[in-house]
């Protein structure tokens, strides 16, 4: 299969290395600085448990139309991002093209969907703690490296075990399911609480569990967030906020959500796409969430200001 990889960050350059390892064509897309180091010296992936690889020769440009139309895409970039890089990848979608979705969020996809229809777009939620070490290195720094995909409409899916069969050979903790959509919010649910909290105090899992008060503001989070996506239909199961909440003693305490790592680098917050989506949703179904409300309202400020929308006052 041929794989397009939009774009060779974190995660799509970590999944889209194991792929170009195990023989598949792979079209990274990249730019900048990046993009000269993988061209000049190949792509560098390394992870926590030692494990260490470089891919000498890899098909990397910034140009879709030079990728050409691709059997897969891994769509991976910030959610900031869609508005120019939805249409950006026109050039390497064909007659049978399948784009995974694999940011963050629970409506991306409906994004891809109105450009591209609904029958060429998969969800897919991916727990993976990435970084760009430098210019040309991938970093795992942290999660169980795996990916869940599968049919937005829900269901088997032939096209979606090809895809599997072929991630799996990679060496890919890859999974299909037959219910993405509650893949994706029992996702949601973490990451609203653990982005949005850590970007809010500017502090570490470890220090923010440690306080009882905000220990119990990420479960009144993940609180909202459930009741907002069963309010949508989405078929939860009545376990999954204590599941999540205690998933919190299984993380590295030093561990912070990619809303801090944004904030803290002066990069785009992609506010909008977590606690910002359950605000506006809840006003929409009539749910209050006021701790989602009071994120979005704080951080959104913040991107504003990273953005240059709103000025410093000298």
């Excluded at 792929?19 to 990249?30: C, K, V």
């Excluded at 694999?102 to 727990?127: F, I, P, S």
């Excluded at 959509?181 to 649910?189: C, R």
Aim: negative net charge; hydrophobic residues 40%.
């Amino acid at each position: 299969m041929r794989f397009g990889i939009m774009a060779t960050g974190g995660v799509g350059g970590y999944f889209g290395g194991l792929l170009s390892r195990a023989g598949e064509d792979i079209r990274f897309i990249a730019r900048g600085k990046h993009l000269e180091a993988i061209r000049s010296y190949g792509l560098r992936i390394e992870s926590v448990d030692s494990e260490f690889f470089k891919l000498e020769k890899v098909f990397a440009t910034d140009n879709p139309n030079e990728a050409g139309p691709c059997d897969i895409i891994l769509y991976c970039v910030k959610t900031v991002a869609n508005e120019k890089t939805i249409p950006a990848i026109a050039p390497m979608v064909g007659d049978t093209t399948v784009i995974i979705n694999l940011q963050n969020g629970v409506d991306n996809e409906e994004h891809l969907a109105k450009t591209y229809g609904q029958n060429r777009v998969m969800g897919g939620a991916a727990y993976i703690f990435t970084a760009l070490g430098a210019p040309g290195l991938i970093q795992q720094i942290g999660g169980p490296k795996r990916i869940v995909f599968g049919e937005m409409g829900g269901g088997p899916s032939k096209r979606g075990e090809e895809i599997l069969s072929t991630m799996r050979s990679a060496g890919i903790n890859a999974e299909l399911s037959d219910d993405i959509q509650v893949e994706l919010w029992t996702k949601f649910i973490f990451i609203c609480a653990v982005s949005g909290m850590t970007a809010l105090t500017r502090s570490p899992l470890g220090v923010i569990v440690a306080s009882p008060e905000t220990h119990e503001m990420m479960h009144e989070i993940m609180c909202e967030v459930y009741e907002v996506g069963r309010a949508q239909g989405v078929d939860l199961p009545e376990d999954v906020v204590e599941n999540r909440f205690r998933f919190l003693d299984e993380q590295n305490p030093a561990s912070k959500g990619s809303l801090c790592h944004d904030l803290e680098a002066g990069r785009r917050l992609e506010i909008d796409a977590l606690c910002g989506t359950v605000s506006r949703m809840g006003k929409e179904i009539g749910i209050p969430t006021p701790l989602n409300d009071f994120i979005y309202r704080t951080l959104k400020l913040a991107d504003m200001q990273i953005s240059g929308e709103i000025k410093p006052i000298l």
